[in-house]
């Protein structure tokens, strides 16, 4: 059991996304031309279901044509090639590390962002998505993943 954690967000604070193309805010807007009206639920639903970008189109009833759901696929591959490291992040993380803290991110996003965070920091005690939790920040529940994984014994 460790008594010293840090807990990080990822994007904006070890992550960046150097080329933005907003992919999810594309599907929106297919289901839109669709007749579908975007709901205030929405990213929220993006964020916490477990689902690769065409189930949540299924999920969220927007059936885009082949060639338009190819360039949003496309789009959202770009956008994860271009997620990178915040040098000072690097640094920060690899010496809080060496003095044996406990490290974790914890950070609401869609599903396919989770696997580009963990490649960039493989060496994490601990991470909490909003996608593999079911929970978005600041619902509690997303933190209180946490403490099972990195063994802390504490409750939020």
Known sequence: MNSKTAIFDAFGTVVRIGHRTNPYRQLLRE?????????????????????????????????????????????????????????????????????????SICSNLAKPYGAAVKRLFPSMDAYAFSYEV??????PQIYEALPEHLHLGCGW
């Open 31 to 103: 289901g839109i031309k669709q007749g579908r009206r975007p709901h205030p639920g929405d990213a929220h639903l993006i964020m916490t279901l477990n689902l690769d970008l065409q189930d949540v189109a299924k999920h969220l009833g927007i059936h885009p044509s082949q060639s338009p759901m190819d360039e949003i696929e496309t789009d959202l591959q770009g956008e994860l090639d271009f997620i990178e490291a915040y040098p000072d992040a690097i640094k920060a993380i690899a010496m809080l590390q060496e003095r044996g803290v406990a490290l």
């Open 134 to 139: 079911g929970a978005a920040k600041p619902d």
